[in-house]
């Protein structure tokens, strides 16, 4: 979502917002890109394979009333 980011960026500088300096930027997408953004995004890494496994685990547990285990 560094598009995102950078449409942050655009607003906060034409409200004469310097970033870092006045207001911090931090994406949630981990994206590579992110390092060669001026300035340096700031991003934070998820863990989505184990989220999906934890959502589909609670979504089934609830469906079906048991527990199981996700083997990989």
């Known amino acids: 979502m560094?598009?995102?980011?950078?449409?942050?960026?655009?607003?906060?500088r034409d409200a004469n917002l310097n970033v870092p300096e006045d207001v911090s930027v931090i994406g949630f997408d981990d994206i590579q890109l992110a390092a060669y953004h001026t300035?340096?995004?700031t991003t934070?890494?998820?863990?989505?394979r184990d989220m999906g496994e934890t959502a589909a685990r609670i979504l089934l547990q609830r469906l079906h009333g048991f527990r199981f285990a996700i083997i990989r």
Do not use: C, D, G
Not at 2 to 12: G, S
Not at 44 to 48: G, M, T, V, W
């Open 39 to 41: 300035p340096r995004l």
């Open 2 to 12: 560094l598009k995102f980011a950078a449409a942050a960026i655009r607003a906060l």
């Open 44 to 48: 934070i890494r998820q863990p989505l």
